[in-house]
């Protein structure tokens, strides 16, 4: 079986380091780096090619949607993964239109996002159920 390689792009320390713990027991999965802003996560995933990026909306320096739009352009075989706090129709579909393969909140179970990144890595979509059902009832 070969393993799903992990970028995480998020400017909150804590939250990067966490993910990457609660991913390490996940025999499919590797993370291979973190990334601070959209800057270094563009920079880090031209150096590592990863798989899939975690990828924060709110960075400094250069935003996850700047970040997934300047991929997507010069790696288009790296999927985005957006892990966010924003529950926003329009970041939802901004990062959709910029190139994101799926939308998840920081919210979500450990399992889901393991899911969410296996379902990505395999040329799937996902969108957080949340999001889901606010699109479809809106």
């Given amino acids: 079986m070969s393993l799903t390689r992990v970028l995480i792009a998020d400017d909150h320390t804590l939250f990067r380091r966490g993910i990457a713990s609660a991913l390490a027991n996940n025999l499919g999965l590797e993370v291979v780096g973190e990334a601070a802003d959209g800057l270094?996560?563009?920079?880090?995933?031209?150096?590592l090619i990863p798989d899939v990026v975690l990828m924060d909306l709110?960075?400094?320096n250069c935003s996850g949607l700047e970040a997934t739009q300047a991929l997507q352009s010069e790696m288009?075989?790296?999927k985005i993964l957006v892990l966010t706090v924003s529950?926003?129709?329009?970041?939802?579909?901004a990062a959709i239109?910029?190139?994101?393969?799926?939308?998840?909140?920081?919210k979500a179970e450990p399992e889901e996002l393991v899911r969410a990144i296996s379902s990505?890595?395999?040329?799937?979509v996902m969108v957080s159920p949340l999001m889901a059902t606010k699109l479809l009832l809106e």
């Avoid at 270094?40 to 150096?47: L, M, Q, R």
């Avoid at 529950?87 to 579909?93: G, I, T, Y």
Wanted: hydrophobic content about 40%; cysteine-free.
């Fill in 40 to 47: 270094e996560a563009i920079s880090k995933a031209k150096e």
């Fill in 120 to 124: 990505v890595a395999q040329g799937g």
């Fill in 97 to 106: 239109k910029f190139g994101a393969r799926g939308y998840l909140l920081k």
């Fill in 58 to 60: 709110n960075m400094p």
């Fill in 76 to 78: 288009p075989l790296v």
């Fill in 87 to 93: 529950d926003s129709e329009a970041d939802l579909f």
